[in-house]
């Protein structure tokens, strides 16, 4: 592996192999979360998947193969919604397709070969209209596109206020436009990615309200954006204000007040 900031001075940022020299080759490079991930081809143990936070430093994250050496080669890397795909041939019984959320632990999600072992490679991986397209290369019959959509999932969308610690009936907008729900509403059998959006502030549950503060994900926008089943909390809190010169004015003169009366009481006791 080599990189470059101005694309003439290189330099390598992994030891030969990965410190393996049955890894040959290394084609597929995607980006998932915070991680560059890199495919290799290992006709000894079975391909590898690395990754790294900072492009020098990395580490395996699955098991050779992931379990078979037959699987030999990791051909292609694609992100689809919430979950990071990994597309692998195999001569043997045929190509695989697999898949995790995390980036480290990982399901098959398609069955060998796509039901013919002469799929034997998955040659490209794109995502389109909501579903993800797998080409095949198969020398006997002639190559195949397989698609997939993931399974439906529901949403559940709630919201809390943090200053008077209870839930608060907010309204809810899918996707840019109302609902005519308010929180709490689960929304199923949703497929693809979803945006949500609550208002502002609670007034509809509280008077005087308050502002809108995040979403339990850490989100701050009132806008989030969904690709996997969960409950969604947005969170409602009064913000701490600020004395304006009047008042700062008016805490001083009772702080000296109260200074002195405390001075003139401590005088007498002593006298």
């Known amino acids: 592996m080599w990189r470059s900031s101005d694309g003439t001075n290189w330099a390598q940022v992994n030891t030969d192999g990965f410190g393996d020299a049955d890894n040959?080759?290394?084609r597929p490079m995607a980006v998932f979360g915070s991680y560059l991930y890199v495919g290799t081809s290992n006709p000894a143990n079975g391909c590898e998947v690395w990754r790294s936070s900072d492009g020098t430093n990395w580490n395996q994250v699955n098991t050779d193969g992931f379990g078979d050496a037959d699987n030999d080669d990791a051909t292609r890397l694609t992100v689809f919604g919430s979950q990071f795909y990994v597309g692998v041939g195999n001569f043997a019984t045929g190509c695989q397709v697999w898949h995790s959320s995390d980036g480290t632990s990982w399901n098959q999600v398609n069955?060998?070969?796509f039901g013919d072992s002469d799929n034997y490679l998955v040659d490209s991986m794109a995502v389109f209209n909501n579903y993800l397209y797998v080409g095949t290369e198969n020398h006997t019959a002639g190559c195949e596109v397989w698609r997939f959509s993931p399974p439906?999932?529901?949403v559940t969308i709630d919201a809390y206020c943090n200053t008077v610690g209870e839930y608060v009936s907010v309204s809810i907008d899918m996707d840019g436009s109302p609902t005519g729900y308010a929180t709490?509403?689960?929304f199923e059998e949703l497929t693809g990615?979803?945006?949500f959006t609550v208002p502002d502030t609670d007034i509809e549950s509280h008077d005087p309200s308050h502002p809108f503060k995040q979403w339990i994900t850490s989100e701050t926008s009132r806008t989030i954006t969904i690709t996997e089943s969960g409950t969604y909390t947005a969170y409602y809190e009064a913000t701490a204000t600020?004395?304006?010169?009047?008042?700062?004015g008016m805490i001083i003169f009772m702080t000296l007040i109260l200074g002195i009366g405390v001075a003139i009481l401590y005088r007498r006791r002593i006298v």
């Not at 600020?242 to 700062?248: A, S």
């Open 111 to 113: 069955t060998d070969g």
């Open 184 to 186: 709490p509403h689960t």
């Open 152 to 154: 439906p999932y529901d």
């Open 242 to 248: 600020i004395p304006t010169l009047t008042e700062w």
């Open 193 to 195: 990615t979803h945006t």
């Open 24 to 26: 040959t080759g290394a």
